[in-house]
């Protein structure tokens, strides 16, 4: 691809951001990973990802108001449960055809033609990302659905994790992919300890680093601001873990008094 058709599919993906088209955004984005020799840089990676999320958000938002009219309709047992029901069915395939586009577009294209342990990382923690979206559509009833797509998602955010490991902990890719798992560890696997370990142990490190540094270039910027959210994240994370461990701690202690009874 010539560098002024490229200039051309990257400057209208940025027009139609502006304008809430994220449709749009997607076709110019694909056509740029499709035809594009080189990596996708930073920017067309956040714009691609951002539009498909943008997508699933709004028809996740129309889904979720179907799901509930449907609901009050099959209890008054109305004729409108059969349309309302239909109108959900399409409006989850719509939901699905999204992450499938996502999903294509990073095994067909970006994970083979990424050049950097840095880029391969973030594709697949966006891979983790987009099967962490469809845990949350799946009926609640397939618990072994469910299941099978959390140990999807896990290998997607350890394999991130294992291409970052020669990484600094200054990189903004890492420290996404950090904040990305651990909230998938907590909110998803319900797993505080995890969460706040990982979280912890990151942000200590690059903390620590970020200090003796005086520039402020947009990936440090973008850093701190990472930071910032794990930092928030690891303080909740920790009154939780704390609160756990206390409220076992006073259940063995009530086993044990009821024993010496």
Request: one cysteine or more; charged letters at 35%.
């Amino acid at each position: 691809m010539n560098d002024a058709l490229h200039l051309k599919m990257l400057t209208l993906s940025r027009l139609y951001v502006k304008c809430n088209q994220p449709d749009e955004v997607i076709k110019y984005i694909q056509d740029i990973a499709k035809l594009k020799r080189d990596d996708l840089t930073i920017e067309e990676v956040n714009i691609l990802f951002g539009a498909i999320h943008e997508l699933v958000k709004k028809t996740k938002k129309q889904w979720e108001i179907i799901c509930a009219i449907e609901s009050k309709e099959t209890k008054k047992n109305t004729k409108f449960k059969k349309i309302a029901r239909m109108a959900r069915d399409s409006v989850y395939k719509e939901m699905e055809d999204y992450i499938i586009i996502g999903n294509g577009l990073i095994d067909r294209y970006l994970i083979k033609n990424a050049h950097t342990f840095e880029l391969e990382a973030l594709f697949n923690m966006h891979r983790g990302d987009l099967e962490r979206i469809t845990i949350t559509i799946t009926p609640t009833k397939n618990d072994k659905e469910i299941l099978d797509l959390k140990n999807k998602a896990d290998k997607f955010y350890q394999r991130a994790l294992e291409l970052c490991k020669e990484v600094d902990n200054l990189s903004s890719i890492k420290a996404g992919i950090v904040l990305h798992y651990s909230i998938f560890l907590y909110e998803e696997n319900k797993d505080v300890s995890a969460a706040y370990k990982i979280a912890k142990e990151f942000y200590d490190n690059s903390n620590d680093f970020l200090k003796r540094i005086k520039s402020k270039t947009s990936t440090f910027l973008e850093l701190q601001r990472i930071l910032g959210i794990l930092k928030q994240n690891i303080d909740v994370w920790e009154k939780k873990k704390n609160s756990i461990s206390a409220n076992e701690n006073n259940n063995i202690e009530n086993i044990e008094n009821k024993e010496n009874n």
